[in-house]
């Protein structure tokens, strides 16, 4: 059996954590990134939690010809693709570059693995397809919405290039998995999330903050139509979400799938409230964080959680770190890159 992953962009956040899983689990990795929102120092991260040293090789995957360079030197069968930007607000405003990169890089990869016959792709999808879901918790079944932004469109595009892809192949077998919302770090704290500039996300936002990188955390409103007024995600752990990828792959190789083309839900199953998740950290890492009320933000739906039947019975998968572990190891992660203690 050929247990060798390409993983795209392994060294951003999701990437090495699943990097570290992926080895764990006996698969040989093979890393293409171009550093575009990650770092070395992850890669290092990953040799220092495992023993082994990933294949690495510095490569943007809108490059095609550097990308068949990778394709001609090592034959995994597997790919994971990770490689895309991410950031709900910049792809409103740059929604071409947004549109190159994250449609180009797919497509290249897709192009490859026809022409050189590796059959098994994963792809990173998001919960964001489902919008504003008239019906929760969503079910992989549950329509999509229209996508509110270029990032969305991204990767609503990018699932139904998947899916034409595999029907339009007797071997390519494709497995898309929409990620709610991730957080935390590997409990090692050393690997996790290194945002670029002010931080998007919630929970990098609340680790800067009790590290003192920011002054105060705002909480965009409290007047949702949601028990505490905030808004609601499925906030499942990094290290849970990475397990879903070896699992995923694992499906693929032994030939387990039960079609070409397969999307999975990857959450919890449970709604978090953003005031539950800030005061979950104060409680977790006994401390006290600055935050405040603030306006709405434009594009934040009230609430999205999964329903995880189908991966919970299809993959074997659920998530199994407690939310406790996740926020202290996302505040060990902070410590560790400021140098805090
Ligand atoms: N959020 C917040 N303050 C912040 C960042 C996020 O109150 O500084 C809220 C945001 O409005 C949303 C939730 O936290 O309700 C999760 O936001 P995030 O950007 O982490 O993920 P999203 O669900 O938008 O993908």
Not at 46 to 58: C, H, L, N, Q, W
Not at 90 to 104: A, C, D, I, Q
Not at 148 to 160: F, H, I, L, R, V
Not at 318 to 327: G, P, Y
């Amino acid at each position: 059996m050929n247990r060798k992953v390409l993983v795209t962009g392994g060294a951003g956040y999701i990437g090495s954590h699943t990097t570290v899983e992926l080895i764990n689990a006996g698969y040989e990795v093979i890393i293409v990134d171009n550093f575009s929102n990650s770092d070395p120092s992850s890669l290092e991260g990953v040799e220092r939690i495992t023993g082994v040293k990933p294949t690495f090789i510095e490569v943007d995957c809108c490059d095609k010809e550097a990308l068949r360079k990778v394709f001609e030197a090592h034959d995994f069968m597997s790919v994971i693709h990770f490689a895309a930007y991410k950031a709900v607000g910049e792809s409103v405003e740059k929604p071409l570059m947004y549109y190159r990169n994250n449609m180009l890089s797919l497509i290249n990869v897709l192009d490859l693995m026809s022409e050189y016959n590796r059959p098994n792709i994963v792809f990173s999808s998001s919960a964001t397809v489902y919008g504003d879901a008239d019906v929760l918790p969503v079910t992989e079944l549950t329509p999509r919405k229209p996508a509110t932004s270029a990032y969305g469109n991204t990767k609503q595009m990018a699932e139904d290039i998947l899916r034409d892809a595999t029907a339009a192949s007797a071997t390519l077998h494709g497995i898309a998995l929409r990620y709610f919302n991730p957080i935390g770090a590997h409990p090692s704290a050393l690997i996790g999330e290194l945002p670029r500039g002010v931080p998007n996300n919630l929970v990098p936002y609340i680790t800067q903050t009790a590290a003192g990188v920011r002054e105060c955390l705002s909480i965009f409103g409290d007047d949702y139509a949601t028990p505490d007024g905030s808004c609601q995600r499925d906030f499942i752990d990094i290290v849970d979400l990475a397990r879903a990828h070896v699992v995923a792959i694992g499906r693929m190789v032994e030939g387990r799938s039960k079609s070409q083309y397969e999307v999975f839900n990857v959450g919890t199953g449970r709604p978090v409230s953003v005031f539950e998740l800030v005061n979950g950290f104060e409680k977790a890492n006994n401390l006290k964080l600055n935050y405040k009320i603030a306006a709405r933000r434009s594009g934040d739906v009230p609430a999205v959680w999964a329903d995880t039947t189908l991966a919970n019975e299809e993959l074997g998968w659920k998530a199994e770190r407690e939310l406790n572990d996740t926020l202290r190891a996302a505040w060990m992660w902070e410590k560790h890159v400021r140098g805090i203690e």
